[in-house]
Nanobody, 117 residues
Framework: QVQLVESGGGLVQAGGSLRLSCAAS????????RAWYRQVPGKQRELVAQ???????IYADSVKGRFTMSRDDPKDEFYLQMSGLKPEDTGVYYC???????????WGQGTQVNVSS
C-alpha cells in the first residue's frame, strides 16, 4: 500500500503562485508514474501533469509554460509549482502514483486551490 498526502493548496489572486507537494509513504518501491490531477464540481477529474520514470513529463495544454512538475526521490515527494495562476485553475488537486508491475494506482486526499480574479 502507498499513502499519499498533498499539501500547499490555498487561496491566491490571479497571477500568483502556489507550490503543491505530495508526500508518499508505505511500500513505494516500484512506482514509475507520478501525476497531478484536478477536479472541479460537475466535471471529470483531468490530468494536469504526469511524470513517467522521470524521463518524460507531460502537461495539459492549459497549464503548459505555467506549471512545472518536479520530484525529490530521497524524500519520496513530488511537487507541482504553479505560476501565473488563473481563476480557471481553481479546483481540488490530487496526486496520483502508479506502480510499474502491478499497475495499482493510489490517490491522495486532495488539496483545494482557489484562484480569485
Amino acid at each position: 500500500q502507498v499513502q499519499l498526502v498533498e499539501s500547499g493548496g490555498g487561496l491566491v489572486q490571479a497571477g500568483g503562485s502556489l507550490r503543491l507537494s505530495c508526500a508518499a509513504s508505505g511500500f513505494t518501491w516500484g512506482i514509475n508514474t507520478r501525476a497531478w490531477y484536478r477536479q472541479v464540481p460537475g466535471k471529470q477529474r483531468e490530468l494536469v501533469a504526469q511524470d513517467v520514470l522521470g524521463a518524460t513529463i507531460i502537461y495539459a495544454d492549459s497549464v503548459k509554460g505555467r506549471f512545472t512538475m518536479s520530484r525529490d526521490d530521497p524524500k519520496d515527494e513530488f511537487y507541482l509549482q504553479m505560476s501565473g495562476l488563473k481563476p480557471e485553475d481553481t479546483g481540488v488537486y490530487y496526486c496520483n502514483v502508479i506502480k510499474e508491475f502491478t499497475r495499482n494506482q493510489y490517490w491522495g486526499q486532495g488539496t483545494q486551490v482557489n484562484v480569485s480574479s
